[in-house]
């Protein structure tokens, strides 16, 4: 299962991961949750039922859609649901903006640090990134979008490369 794990980061005393489930990229929590991305976000509200054992209560979750709680996120402040929300590109559901559209919780997914080191995971482990490939009803053609842009990069790279293996310097 490790080898399906393609970030982490700990945020208030617990262990977020980006991960590859049959549900596509994924992010979960190892105190339990998870849920897919392109389709999730943040939300403070107490939800009708909780996830797991025990009462929901108001605070913090990580949803999917709008209602649906999947991670609780006890004691977490504005610095930390900012913290979260830019790590693994999850939307901050307010009442103003109550369910944004799935593009624009795509593309703020696309933009994180989740999403470059998934993009990293792919090609470091493309077997497994391929039989996955076809799970992506919430991210839809992650696995074309991060082998073309891991192509463009290996590309700059080896353009840098060779300037500065041509001038000795690279400033021209």
Same mark, same amino acid.
């Given at each position: 299962m490790r080898n399906r794990v393609f970030h982490q980061a700990t945020i208030a =005393?617990?262990?977020?991961? $980006?991960?590859?489930?049959?549900?596509?990229?994924?992010?979960a929590c190892q105190a339990?949750?998870?849920?897919?991305?392109?389709?999730?976000?943040?939300?403070?509200?107490?939800?009708?039922?909780?996830?797991?054992? =025990?009462?929901?209560?108001? $605070?913090?979750?990580?949803?999917?859609?709008?209602?649906?709680?999947r991670i609780g996120l006890p004691g977490f402040g504005p610095a930390h649901i900012r913290r979260l929300s830019d790590e693994f590109g999850l939307v901050i559901l307010t009442e103003r903006d109550p369910c944004p559209a799935d593009r624009t919780r795509q593309h703020y997914f696309f933009t994180s640090p989740a999403w470059d080191a998934l993009r990293q995971w792919v090609a470091k482990h493309p077997r497994i990134a391929k039989a996955h490939a076809e799970y992506d009803p919430y991210l839809p053609s992650w696995h074309e979008r991060a082998m073309a842009e891991a192509a463009v990069l290996r590309a700059q790279s080896r353009l840098c490369a060779a300037r500065v293996k041509g001038t000795g310097h690279g400033l021209d």
């Amino acid at each position: 299962m490790r080898n399906r794990v393609f970030h982490q980061a700990t945020i208030a =005393g617990l262990t977020f991961e $980006g991960v590859m489930t049959a549900s596509g990229p994924s992010v979960a929590c190892q105190a339990g949750g998870g849920v897919a991305l392109g389709v999730s976000g943040l939300r403070q509200f107490q939800p009708e039922t909780a996830p797991h054992r =025990g009462e929901p209560r108001f $605070g913090w979750w990580v949803v999917k859609y709008r209602d649906e709680a999947r991670i609780g996120l006890p004691g977490f402040g504005p610095a930390h649901i900012r913290r979260l929300s830019d790590e693994f590109g999850l939307v901050i559901l307010t009442e103003r903006d109550p369910c944004p559209a799935d593009r624009t919780r795509q593309h703020y997914f696309f933009t994180s640090p989740a999403w470059d080191a998934l993009r990293q995971w792919v090609a470091k482990h493309p077997r497994i990134a391929k039989a996955h490939a076809e799970y992506d009803p919430y991210l839809p053609s992650w696995h074309e979008r991060a082998m073309a842009e891991a192509a463009v990069l290996r590309a700059q790279s080896r353009l840098c490369a060779a300037r500065v293996k041509g001038t000795g310097h690279g400033l021209d």
